[in-house]
């Protein structure tokens, strides 16, 4: 039954991904030009002579002589095959670029969110169990800060302070000279020394968020019937608490993954220039303004390929924690 | 022996920090293996008292005075006095589930709805009576298996979802009696419940009283319920008792005004042609407007035929066909509204009746069938009309819903609901639209001066009276009631009916009326038909249909209402096990024989029908 559900939810996730590759093709070539005009325009801005065969050549390599429609699907097939293409800017395969930075940005949103969950869970139960106290009020406060402080801002007072507190920079991720090179133990303490920053600046807002969105709906579950129900049967309310309401508004929060993932990789790229953080983002960004085209799209790509296994991962989990959803086969909020 | 002694109790609660004492001095006692009955409006505290009873009074709210004793049949010396044990503590959560049970009004959310029903009860079970999972499991299926449950190994797997309300509220049975309560706190068990499954119900608490020797503190707001349940009698008014003693006492002799009002203002079966509800407070007065008189045309005004719609339910799987299930809401519907008259369709929860309102007010779309409008002039077939003329016919067709608390919109003030219809429908400029509203809020019996005000500030009658103030505002020729006084107190409901007489009668309007309270009905139509399973079992004159019921689901709904009567009491063992509307209890002239000839409406003489084979003989029935 489950197992059927899940496999329905991934064969439904392969027209989706379709759909936004097609989009994300379509948008990337909106502008005027090419990446090679691009080329050219810059070169002759610095007054060097465009090397113009040079740049046809290239562009009959690329297929850019091509209908879009052909090239679109040139693109997808090598996506299919693991091969997202070439940079132009940098002349090498996307893969080789990305590759460092990629499993950087995962690591730095998974914890990112362990961090948003672990913090915001108590803060919420608290506040809601405590509604209206001093407490409720403190952390409530707190919470409006970091929701109200610009990510970036942030950045730059903890970057501010780092250095003249403990005379240290804490900007990137790791030590220049471990990126790209394979995992040790020395690059592994290296990434963790790093890491802690960018985790609380990114997820000082998404904390805050999540403990007003973890009270209102506690709140909510403790007015219910069967929250009465449970202690009229003599449950402990610590126990009352957990198994019941507690387990409701973990629904909300479930459905609510599919947009945690995406969210934080791309809501990260001004405090990655910031912190200059070997993550994604700045590279994106760069390439977006290149019209880098392959390493533009793919890198979208990835993106889609995220938000898509964040609703696929948080459909699951619903199904699992709900009988209604999995037994009746329609969504409930 | 009393097993519950409440002296002098009072509760205050503080809301926008203010004190305010909601039970005011409350004495009452239970006696072991009695029935209780704690009757009185919704305000009144009798909730109030309960909770304080299983010390879970809401947060704002605190005994300030009196006390709660409880003792144990089984260490009768012990008494221990409930509103001073300390709140969340080990000994008032022992009690608990373990020596008082609860049952609550909404069987519907009063489950946990993703935790199995075998789970829920487990874990009562397991607080007071650990016993390793398999005995429990055992011990739990004999008890969903008492309570009514068809198949009890099944049933433990089942999620409250799964089960019709009657159902769930069997198995908060199962649960608050698994650890044999000394005492049973039914606050309104049965109030959202069909009158047929109330009858179980009720039938299901008796039996098991009597086979368990609890005692019950049941607390209602309907006499008829309180007539065939209760041993003794409690009327609260106003967080004060204003009369007690044992029910013969309080039924053949009620002393106290605000009883002997009580049981003016509910409707009953033997009501006079022309008798008045007499309402418990008079509503502000209403200006006096002279009947108008309809003349009987020869078309009736509405005339439904061959009415049909079915929804497809169930999951639609991805692979294979998954388990679909096409349910017939509406079957064959056919009937007559003549102007100015009151036809009144009552049925069981699910039996169609509201589908069929949708559908007269093209909300729903049927599958086939006809709905004439015939104002005298002109006629048109309502399902076919479209774009600006099915615009210009929606102000004829009007429509009272049942919730006065989610049909008006919070974010308007009773002006801009009001006003709201004209402006769609053009009518007039903004003077005369003010005018009419002002006009409209008299008409119901507001004053206008609240015209400003938002719907959270009204209580739920004078919401109701929004409503159809609403209803009234473009002048329509037939109103669809459906359920208007079911959300009200009897005090209330009253008001409400008489109020809809009256605009019927100054108005001539047309007036579909749904309910599935037969008083309420009987007291409102001129005519009745009743819906099972999506078809019209039967239709009759009032007077005929109360009188001489012949199909055997009208008979069964008339049987289980209950009578604010001590000398016609509920003949519990008469209803149908499973549900009246369930064919298969039938006599076979009433059943769908498989390749026989399909059933029709037999005719009974004064406009009665009755839905049977052709040929079979009635008369005997009747």
């Not at chain 1, 090498?92 to 930075?101: A, N, T």
């Not at chain 2, 009144?344 to 909300?363: D, N, Q």
């Not at chain 2, 008339?558 to 519990?572: E, N, Q, T």
Request: aromatic content about 8%.
């Amino acid at each position: 039954m489950l197992l059927q559900y899940i496999l329905k939810r991934i064969l439904v996730m392969i027209p989706t991904l379709f759909v936004t590759s097609a989009l994300i093709f379509t948008v990337i070539n909106l502008p005027e030009g090419d990446y090679f005009e691009t080329l050219a325009a810059e070169m002759q801005a610095q007054g060097e002579k465009a090397d113009l065969s040079r740049i046809e050549f290239l562009k009959r390599e690329y297929g850019f002589d091509k209908p879009p429609v052909e090239r679109y699907f040139h693109w997808v097939a090598g996506l299919l095959q693991g091969d997202m293409g070439y940079s132009f800017e940098y002349q090498r395969p996307v893969r080789d670029i990305v590759g460092d930075r990629l499993f950087l940005t995962m690591l730095v949103s998974f914890v990112t969110i362990i961090f948003t969950w672990v913090v915001a869970f108590p803060i919420g139960i608290y506040s809601a169990t405590h509604q209206y106290s001093w407490g409720d009020y403190g952390l409530t406060f707190l919470g409006l800060i970091g929701l109200a402080v610009p990510h970036f801002l942030l950045a730059l007072v903890f970057m501010y302070f780092a250095n003249v507190w403990f005379g240290t920079s804490i900007g990137g991720l790791v030590d220049p000279q471990y990126l790209n090179q394979p995992m040790s133990w020395a690059k592994f303490t290296s990434i963790l020394e790093h890491l802690w920053i960018p985790v609380i600046i990114i997820g000082a807002g998404g904390t805050a968020g999540m403990i007003r969105a973890v009270r209102a709906n506690l709140l909510d579950e403790l007015q219910k019937q069967y929250y009465v129900t449970a202690r009229a049967k003599g449950l402990p309310p610590g126990k009352a608490l957990r198994k019941y309401p507690l387990r409701m508004s973990l629904n909300f929060f479930v459905s609510d993954i599919g947009d945690i993932l995406p969210s934080i990789v791309s809501g990260a790229e001004i405090v990655a220039i910031v912190l200059s953080l070997q993550t994604t983002g700045p590279l994106l960004i760069r390439a977006l303004q290149a019209q880098d085209m392959y390493l533009a799209g793919s890198f979208l790509m990835f993106l889609s390929f995220l938000t898509v296994i964040g609703v696929l991962v948080s459909d699951i989990a619903l199904a699992i924690l709900d009988p209604r959803i999995r037994l009746q086969g329609a969504a409930t909020k | 022996m009393d097993i519950l002694r409440i002296s002098d109790l009072r509760i205050g609660f503080t809301v926008h920090g203010l004190a305010r004492e909601v039970v005011k001095g409350v004495s009452l006692r239970v006696l072991a293996g009695k029935t209780v009955a704690l009757v009185g409006e919704s305000g009144s505290g009798k909730s109030v008292i309960s909770q304080a009873i299983m010390g879970l009074l809401p947060r704002n709210g605190g005994v300030t005075g009196g006390e709660i004793l409880f003792r144990d049949p089984a260490s009768p010396e012990d008494w221990t006095d409930i509103a001073r044990l300390p709140a969340e503590g080990r000994e008032i959560r022992a009690l608990r589930g373990g020596r008082i049970g609860m049952i609550f009004q909404e069987p519907m959310s009063s489950l946990s709805p993703v935790h199995t029903i075998g789970n829920q009860i487990e874990e009562a079970l397991q607080l007071h009576r650990p016993v390793p999972h398999k005995q429990a499991r055992a011990q739990i299926e004999t008890m969903l298996g008492r309570v009514g449950f068809k198949d009890p190994v099944r049933a433990f797997g089942y999620y409250p979802f799964e089960l019709s309300g009657g159902l769930r509220q069997r198995a908060m049975l199962a649960m608050a009696l698994i650890c044999q309560p000394a005492l049973l706190i039914a606050d309104e068990p049965t109030t959202a419940l069909d009158v047929t499954i109330q009858a179980q119900v009720l039938d299901l608490m008796r039996d098991l009283q009597a086979e368990m020797g609890m005692a019950i503190l049941l607390i209602t707001h309907d006499l008829g319920v309180v007539a065939n349940m209760a041993d003794e009698v409690v009327v609260i008014y106003h967080g004060e008792i204003t009369e007690s003693g044992p029910v013969e006492d309080i039924f053949r002799r009620p002393r106290h005004p605000y009883l002997k009002a009580l049981l003016k203002a509910s409707p009953h079966f033997d009501m006079a042609e022309g008798e008045r509800l007499v309402a418990l407070r008079e509503a502000r007065p209403r200006p006096v407007v002279a009947p108008r008189q309809v003349l009987p045309d020869a078309a009736p005004l509405l005339s439904v035929r061959n009415l049909s719609k079915a929804y497809v339910t169930g999951s639609r799987k991805f692979f294979g066909k998954g388990t679909l299930a096409v349910v017939q809401a509406v079957d064959d519907v056919g009937f007559d509204i003549r102007r100015g008259e009151c036809l009144g369709l009552v049925g069981e929860s699910g039996c169609g009746k509201t589908t069929v309102s949708k559908i007269i007010m093209r909300a729903v779309t049927p599958d086939s069938g006809e709905i004439v409008f015939d104002d005298g002039e002109e006629r048109v077939d309502i399902t076919a009309l479209e774009g600006e003329a099915l615009r210009r016919f929606r102000p004829r067709v009007q429509m009272i819903f049942q919730d006065p608390v989610s049909s008006l919109s919070p974010r308007m003030t009773v002006q801009n609901i009001l006003r709201e219809p004209l402006v769609i429908h053009e009518r007039g400029n903004a003077a005369e639209q003010s005018e009419r509203v002002r006009a409209l809020m008299e008409d119901v019996g507001l004053d206008p001066r609240f015209l400003n005000r938002y719907p959270h500030s009204f209580s739920g009658g004078q919401r109701q009276r929004i409503g159809i103030a609403r209803a009234l505002a473009l002048d329509p020729e037939l109103i669809i009631c459906d359920e208007p006084v079911s959300a009200l107190d009897v005090s209330v409901q009253a008001q409400i009916l008489n109020l809809l007489k009256d605009l019927q009668a100054e108005r001539g309007l047309t007036f579909l009326f749904i309910s599935h309270n037969l008083a309420v009905v009987n007291y409102m139509a001129d005519r009745i038909a009743v819906m099972a399973n999506g078809r019209i079992v039967e239709i009759a004159p009032r007077h005929a249909l109360f009188s001489r019921p012949v199909h055997p689901y009208t008979q069964a709904l008339l049987k289980s209402v209950p009578f604010a009567d001590l000398d016609r009491k509920l003949d519990f063992k008469l209803v149908a096990p499973g549900g009246a509307s369930d064919s298969r209890h039938w006599q076979p002239e009433f059943r769908e024989q498989p390749g026989g000839p399909a059933l029709a409406h037999q005719p009974l003489g004064d406009g009665h029908y009755v839905l049977a084979q052709s040929g079979a003989d009635l008369r005997e029935l009747a």
